[in-house]
């Protein structure tokens, strides 16, 4: 029996997520799916959508961090490439708390409703990112409030987007608006892919009801065909579960 119909995809910063996430909103569409865009909702109303309104909508489209309340104070100053610097457990706690409203306030309702959920980044993101950014202990992480409550509520299939992280800090670099992360520099991206392609981070979310899919999305494949090839392994698990 299908567990959810909850996909996160992860992967380094400029490996085509948010084109992934796109593309099965794109499919999601066509299938006549009703959507709920998170991000532009937050963006515009800077709050969480009402249980009400969720449930009007048959697909959720989500990204970590959110674009309201700590979400936007992550993005917009404790992440940014300032000379105000903040220790990589603030930084954790942060994004720990704004994963905890976003999983009480919409993937939690939206996922015991049987909705889709289509999500850019997520807990993968923290267990890899901040024991880089400074040596923070899994276990330590893990005890946070919002980073359990995540996976208790794992994805029924993580996504991992597999490129080069040379190929990553081009498409970077030739993006018309940069997010300046202090995260975006080769040394940071070499460190963390690693992490990505780990066996235990596979592990941990297998434990935790998951499968895991890798997917290729380096040179030469254009974003189309990154599209196509997202579409397909999804539309090959569903059927596959469902």
Wanted: charged share 30%.
């Amino acid at each position: 029996m299908l567990k959810n119909r909850f996909v996160m995809v992860d992967g380094l910063d400029g490996s085509g997520k948010g084109a992934i996430v796109d593309g099965l909103q794109k499919w999601a569409e066509m299938k006549g799916m009703k959507i709920l865009d998170l991000r532009s909702y937050c963006r515009e109303k800077n709050t969480f959508p009402e249980a009400d309104e969720i449930a009007g909508h048959d697909a959720i489209i989500s990204a970590e961090p959110t674009f309201c309340y700590v979400g936007k104070a992550i993005r917009e100053e404790l992440i940014r490439a300032t000379s105000r610097q903040y220790p990589a457990m603030s930084i954790a706690h942060a994004f720990a708390l704004d994963r905890e409203m976003l999983y009480k306030r919409v993937i939690m309702p939206a996922i015991k409703a049987g909705k889709y959920v289509f999500q850019e980044r997520g807990i993968s993101s923290s267990l890899v990112y901040q024991p880089v950014q400074e040596h923070i202990q899994l276990s330590e992480l893990m005890r946070l409030s919002g980073n359990k409550t995540a996976l208790q509520f794992a994805p029924s299939l993580f996504i991992i987007a597999m490129v080069k992280p040379e190929t990553a800090i081009r498409r970077l670099g030739a993006r018309p608006k940069k997010d300046n992360s202090i995260f975006d520099n080769l040394e940071f991206q070499r460190n963390i892919d690693s992490r990505f392609r780990s066996d235990w981070l596979r592990q941990l979310f297998e434990q935790h009801g998951s499968k895991v899919a890798y997917l290729d999305t380096d040179e030469p494949k254009t974003v189309e065909e990154t599209q196509n090839n997202a579409v397909k392994l999804i539309e090959e698990f569903f059927a596959g579960k469902g």
